[in-house]
Nanobody, 125 residues
């Protein structure tokens, strides 16, 4: 079993920066991919960024490319999502999720086994 917990989602203004953290505990050695997803009202949950914890390869959705970056601190079993130049359309509940690596594209929500409880990010204009 793996437990994921997100933190770092207060309310901010347009143009601000935030860093979200996803702390993993339990059988983390079994994991490979940890992704950040977001779910805005009346929209489908979408993948934002992903990192392969084994080789540090990364992926970022085109909608946030150039503004969001993902990184990891192996010693702390923590994955970070650095979000810069935030916009009101970034407002959503942000989740981290984990699964084993596979040939399925990282953004496929249904392929993730473990999910955190989510953290609300609100960007006001």
């Amino acid at each position: 079993q793996v437990q994921l917990a997100e933190s770092g989602g207060p309310s901010v203004q347009t143009g601000s920066s935030l860093r979200l953290a996803c702390s993993a505990s339990g059988n983390t050695a079994s994991l490979g991919l940890i992704g950040w997803f977001r779910h805005a009202p009346q929209k489908e949950r979408e993948g934002v960024a992903v990192i392969n914890t084994r080789d540090n390869s990364k992926g970022v959705a085109t909608s946030v490319q150039g503004r969001f970056t993902i990184s990891q601190d192996n010693a702390k079993h923590t994955i970070y999502l650095q979000m810069n130049s935030l916009k009101p359309e970034d407002t959503a509940i942000y989740y981290c999720a984990a699964r084993s690596p596979s040939d399925v594209h990282w953004s496929r929500v249904s392929t993730y086994t473990y999910w955190g409880q989510g953290t609300q990010v609100t960007v006001s204009s």
